[in-house]
Antibody, heavy 117, light 107 residues
Framework: QITLKESGPTLVKPTQTLTLTCTFS??????????VGWIRQPPGKALEWLAV???????RYSPSLKSRLAIIKDTSRDQVVLTMTKTDPVDTATYYC?????????WGQGTLVTVST | EIVLTQSPGTLSLSPGERVTLSCRAS???????LAWYQQKPGQTPRLLIF???SRATGIPDRFGGSGSGTDFTLTISRLEPEDFAVYYC?????????FGQGTKVEI
């Protein structure tokens, strides 16, 4: 059974760095073709893709957020970590991690992060 | 970056009706890496269709996906009361994934 679970702070102050962890099971990020990505959704707004990392360490970022994002994988711990620098209240959103394997997708349940003083 | 345009923005329908939602891409979507999601208020997006036409686990067969290249469609053969929601398309075949802006299906 494939599962993904997001974890991280629920509240961060503006300008701080946000670090989110996706812990997964049921697949390996060492397997060819497998990737784990991050997507977010501000309250009441549309979905926005952030980044993805693949089995071969290929990393892709949203062009509009590229300068603020970093994604890494820890294959031994079955985790993917996303960091976002210089947070702002507009970064308040539910953050989801997602498995990409071939044409298949599987999402985690998401974690709500509020950026506020 | 591939831009996905969903139409219409809002659909007002009744239970039992057939629904066709459109998702048009600004460039061809690679190998049909096109997904559809359903989202209800306060809930996580629910994957309906992946690979343009494959139903996700547990999705009723009244939901169907079709299309290729730049034009994709989600069809709901007969609307059930629980189908009133916002529907998003997503392409994940290029180096930059993108989402459509959503179509709201309302009563």
């Amino acid at each position: 059974q494939i599962t993904l679970k997001e974890s991280g702070p629920t509240l961060v102050k503006p300008t701080q760095t946000l670090t989110l962890t996706c812990t997964f099971s049921g697949f390996s990020l060492s397997t060819s073709g497998v990737g784990v990505g991050w997507i977010r959704q501000p309250p009441g707004k549309a979905l926005e893709w952030l980044a993805v990392i693949y089995w071969d360490d290929d990393k892709r970022y949203s062009p509009s957020l590229k300068s603020r994002l970093a994604i890494i994988k820890d294959t031994s711990r079955d985790q993917v970590v996303l960091t976002m620098t210089k947070t702002d209240p507009v970064d308040t959103a539910t953050y989801y991690c997602v498995l990409h394997r071939g044409t298949y997708l599987k999402w985690g349940q998401g974690t709500l992060v509020t950026v506020s003083t | 970056e591939i831009v996905l345009t969903q139409s219409p923005g809002t659909l007002s329908l009744s239970p039992g009706e057939r629904v066709t939602l459109s998702c048009r891409a600004s460039q061809s979507v690679n190998s049909n890496y096109l997904a559809w999601y359903q989202q209800k208020p306060g809930q996580t997006p629910r994957l309906l269709i992946f690979g343009a036409s494959s139903r996700a686990t547990g999705i009723p067969d009244r939901f169907g996906g079709s299309g290729s290249g730049t034009d994709f469609t989600l069809t709901i053969s007969r609307l059930e009361p629980e189908d009133f929601a916002v529907y998003y398309c997503q392409q994940y075949g290029s180096s930059v994934w993108t989402f459509g802006q959503g179509t709201k299906v309302e009563i």
